[in-house]
């Protein structure tokens, strides 16, 4: 992962996603680098799960605001 998950936006870490899956499907990928594409591409796919849900969560607070005022209780 090239930029800070801080600067990090999901459209980017999605394209970083699927250039590690494309050079992977070609086998592109040297064996002494394989473990660090991998780890990589594990890093990425929490960042936009994480991503999508924060932004599922915030959309669900806009939509219906009640709805979680009554959840802890």
């Known amino acids: 992962m090239a930029k800070d998950k ?3 936006k ?3 870490a999605l ?7 494309g050079l992977l499907e070609k086998k592109e990928v040297k064996i002494d680098d394989l473990a660090i594409k991998v780890k990589d591409a594990k890093k990425l796919v929490d960042f936009c799960r994480n991503k999508l849900q924060e ?3 915030e ?3 806009i939509i219906n605001p009640e709805e ?3 959840e802890g209780f």
């Open 10 to 12: 999901y459209d980017e």
């Open 68 to 70: 979680l005022d009554t």
């Open 6 to 8: 801080a600067q990090l």
């Open 59 to 61: 959309i669900t607070k």
């Open 55 to 57: 932004t599922e969560d």
């Open 15 to 21: 394209e970083q996603l699927r250039d590690i899956v």
